[in-house]
C-alpha cells in the first residue's frame, strides 16, 4: 500500500506563508488512484479537515482556510502541497497527510471526518507566533 511522508513543519509569524509537502511512496499507485486530503491537529483539539483533492483535481477547502490556503498535486514527483498563505496563530496545529483508494462521498463530506481516509502521515508541525 501507499505510504505518505510529510515536510518538516516550521515556525513562522502571523502573516508569513508555508509550504508543506506530502511524499508518497515510489512504489504506490499514481496519485491520480486517490482521493487526498490535508488534516490538522491543534493542541486540546479534534483532527479537522483543512482541504481536499480528488482524482480529477476538484478541491475543497475548510471554511477557516478559504482564500488562504491552496492543495495542489504533482503526479510525476507523487507529492502533495498545502500552499498556506497569511498564516494565522489559529492555523498552528500538527497538520497531516491523507489518501483514500476510494471516494464514496462527495469531496466535501469526505474532508468532514477523518474515517474516510485509511492512510495517513506521521503529521509535522507549524507554529505560527510573533
Known amino acids: 500500500g501507499v505510504r505518505l511522508v510529510e515536510s518538516r513543519g516550521d515556525s513562522v509569524q502571523p502573516g508569513g506563508s508555508l509550504r508543506l509537502s506530502c511524499h508518497a511512496s515510489e512504489n504506490s499507485s499514481p496519485l491520480d488512484d486517490y482521493c487526498m486530503a490535508w488534516f490538522r491537529q491543534a493542541p486540546g483539539k479534534g483532527r479537522e479537515g483543512v482541504a481536499a483533492i480528488d482524482r480529477t483535481g476538484s478541491t475543497a477547502y475548510a471554511d477557516s482556510v478559504k482564500g488562504r490556503f491552496n492543495i495542489s498535486k504533482d503526479n510525476a514527483k507523487k507529492t502533495l502541497y498545502l500552499q498556506m498563505d497569511n498564516l494565522k496563530p489559529d492555523d498552528t496545529a500538527v497538520y497531516y497527510c491523507?489518501?483514500?483508494?476510494?471516494?464514496?462521498?462527495?469531496?466535501?463530506?469526505?474532508?468532514?471526518?477523518?474515517?474516510?481516509?485509511?492512510?495517513w502521515g506521521q503529521g509535522t508541525l507549524v507554529s505560527v507566533s510573533s
Open positions: 491523507a489518501a483514500n483508494s476510494t471516494q464514496a462521498f462527495s469531496l466535501p463530506t469526505m474532508l468532514g471526518y477523518d474515517l474516510n481516509f485509511d492512510v
